[in-house]
DNA sequence: CTACGAGCTAGAGCAGGGTCTAGATCAAGT
DNA sequence: ACTTGATCTAGACCCTGCTCTAGCTCGTAG
């Protein structure tokens, strides 16, 4: 992944916030509680400059924030690639019961996707045919 | 749907707590914060005695809650119905909206899980061939 | 030089969604 | 009658995940 790309200017907590979605104030308190995997470089005034490396990996955790990873998940997880190589396995095994949750997640989604398409056909048709039908029961 | 059903007996918040998977304490906060459609019946001496279709009005609850739709508007839904007849048409838009965002949620799930299969991926086959790889780069 | 916006830190505050506690009561078994 | 376990109410408390504030500093454009 880190192959043909040019080394690019580091960006500021703002530009970060802007392609990641997150706000500012987001980007220091992941900092602060240990999300990132190393420390953000700083300009001689104090700024934080960014480098491509840390916002593909704050992109990794919008999409793990996303999908529903806790916080404590995904400062683990930080830590584990932090210390570099040896924890491999823990990692996937990581990742692999994230991965299963968002399965079942999407099936729960799914499950209450039809229940509610359910129900609005209900409604829908029961609309569409002015609205005197007696059957609304208090079940909604 | 109230078509064949015995009665039944009604049921005490514990055994509700059970089939809903609501905990007794969430049952009475639902209840504080008008998430219920009426009013749970009492006993002499004072304990709730939910009806059947007090259960399915909460197992609803349970499936657009799971799905993601926030208390305020669950309440909103609730109070619609409440109301009776006559507002079918905004409980149809308030339903068709949170179907909106439960496709949408579905749409990034899947996204997100391509990603983490992706990455699940790697590190497995990574470790298959002895972790030796060098490749390790620091986004994770 | 000076302004003015962006950034800095530490820490307080907030919204959502329950959970837990205390102290009393109810109901069922023995 | 007594014990035990489930409920009751009101209200305090908690956890997660940010968001906002205050007071100060940087740095770039006029």
Redesign the pocket.
Known sequence: MATTEAPAEP???????ERTG????????????GMLVGP?Q????????YTTVDVEWLLICVKL?ES???????KHFAELVRHGPGNEAERLQLLDAHQQRVEAQIQALEECRSIIAWKVGIYAENLARGEAGGLWDPTG
Chains 1, 2 share one sequence.
């Open positions: 960006l500021s907590i703002g530009e970060v916030a997150l706000s500012v104030h987001a980007l220091r308190f992941y900092e602060r509680e953000v700083r300009t001689a005034g104090g700024r934080r400059r924030r529903g990873m806790p916080l404590a998940d995904l």
